[in-house]
Each structure stands twice: as structure tokens, then as C-alpha cells.
């Protein structure tokens, strides 16, 4: 069974650009949830897609937006990088039956975003 | 963003010793859990709580969800090298669908 897997693992960008992180959940799982995990800090949730629509936001500004694709894999988009994207992004897919459920979301290795 | 309050921020810990970590909150949550978290990896669930009061062990770990909701502990017994990480309590406030509010963590570190 392969788990989570996310890439790029690292990210050099420059402030203003647009980048696009992917995530494949692990198999036979079909909801995906992302968080960005700034240096010294926990974990903070972006969004959750289910049956490739949104299914739950954090408190973060539409710049940051997603996909999912029939094969449950996802995208996270960020446009107009600014300093402050500069972290860890998490990638967490969660079996059916459990819509999204937290003891149920296995982490990703996550992709490792600086931003200059 | 809304977190949890997590401490200690940070221990050292000698091998064989005990340790204790606890999250207090503000907010009532529905369930508390703790994670794990290695570098370079996401982190892995330890521990899940669903009842207030509840203690459950998972090996040498033990949480409790607190009576008022608003506070969870994690103890380790004896500890052993392989213990050293980083430690995340994260919660579900009631009516939210699918998102976790995490701790800011508890680094473990080996004494010198």
C-alpha cells in the first residue's frame, strides 16, 4: 500500500509568482486536506476537497486554491507569493466513510516552499 | 490563525524518564489528538480522544481528554531515544468538517 506522497519535496520561488504543489493520496483514499506549517509552528488547515469540490476552508485568502482530480490526487495553487508562503505544505488524505475524518488523515512528507 | 496552547515549548530528557506535555484551550473540542512529527515528515497520529475524561494508552504513551473539554495531556514512561520529536496536540472544535487546530508543539530533546 503506498502512502501519501507529495512534490515537488523542495521549492525556490520569488515573490509574485505563481506555484503548484501535488499531492497523491494514499490509495483507495478519496478526500485530501492541505495545511502550511510555517517554521516552528503547528500545522494550520488550508482547505479539504471530497469528490473533487471543496469541502471545508481555513481563514487563508482565496490566492490559495486547489484541485482534485478523478483519482483523488490534488493540487494546492498559490498565486502573488509573498514572504510570508515561505513553508511547509501538508498534504493529509483520509479513507471513505470517514468524510475527512481527523483521526483518519495521514500525513504526506509535505513540500518544503521558500519564497524570495 | 486560531492554535491551541501547547507546553512546555520545550524539554530535555534523559533516558528512562517520564515526560508530560498538556494543550489548553479556550474553545470546547469534540476530539483531541496528538501527533508525532520527525524531520522532514508530516506527522503521525499517537492518539486519538473522543470523550471527555476519557484516558486511552497506546504503549508507553498515555492522553487524557480533560473533564471541560478545553484541555488534553500526554504523558511518556520511560522514555527511550527514539521518543525525541517533535509532539502536537491538535483539536476539533464542534461543527467543523474536517479540520484540525494544532498546538504549536513540544520539541523533545536528548540531554547532552
Known amino acids: 500500500e503506498t502512502g501519501v506522497t507529495q512534490s515537488p519535496t523542495h521549492l525556490i520561488k520569488t515573490r509574485g509568482q505563481q506555484v503548484t504543489l501535488r499531492c497523491s493520496s494514499q490509495s483507495g483514499h478519496n478526500t485530501v486536506s492541505w495545511y502550511q506549517q510555517a517554521l516552528g509552528q503547528g500545522p494550520q488547515f488550508i482547505f479539504q476537497?471530497?469528490?473533487?469540490?471543496?469541502?471545508g476552508r481555513g481563514n487563508f485568502p482565496p490566492r490559495f486554491s486547489g484541485l482534485q482530480f478523478p483519482n483523488y490526487s490534488s493540487e494546492l495553487n498559490v498565486n502573488a507569493l509573498e514572504l510570508d508562503d515561505s513553508a511547509l505544505y501538508l498534504c493529509a488524505s483520509s479513507p471513505p466513510g470517514t468524510s475527512g475524518g481527523l483521526e483518519t488523515q495521514y500525513f504526506g512528507p509535505g513540500t518544503r516552499l521558500l519564497v524570495l | 490563525g486560531q492554535q491551541l496552547n501547547q507546553s512546555p515549548q520545550s524539554m530535555f530528557i534523559q533516558e528512562g524518564e517520564d515526560v508530560s506535555m498538556n494543550c489548553t484551550s479556550s474553545s470546547i473540542f469534540n476530539t483531541w489528538l496528538w501527533y508525532k512529527q520527525d524531520p522532514g515528515e508530516g506527522p503521525v497520529l499517537l492518539i486519538a480522544?473522543?470523550?471527555?475524561?476519557e484516558l486511552t494508552s497506546n504503549g508507553r504513551l498515555t492522553a487524557q481528554f480533560g473533564i471541560t473539554r478545553k484541555d488534553s495531556f500526554l504523558n511518556i514512561s520511560a522514555s527511550i531515544p527514539s521518543d525525541v520529536g517533535i509532539y502536537f496536540c491538535?483539536?476539533?472544535?464542534?461543527?467543523?468538517?474536517?479540520?484540525?487546530?494544532f498546538g504549536k508543539g513540544t520539541k523533545l530533546s536528548v540531554k547532552p
Open positions: 480522544l473522543y470523550k471527555a475524561g
Open positions: 476537497y471530497y469528490r473533487e469540490e471543496e469541502n
Open positions: 491538535a483539536g476539533q472544535l464542534g461543527g467543523s468538517q474536517g479540520n484540525l487546530i
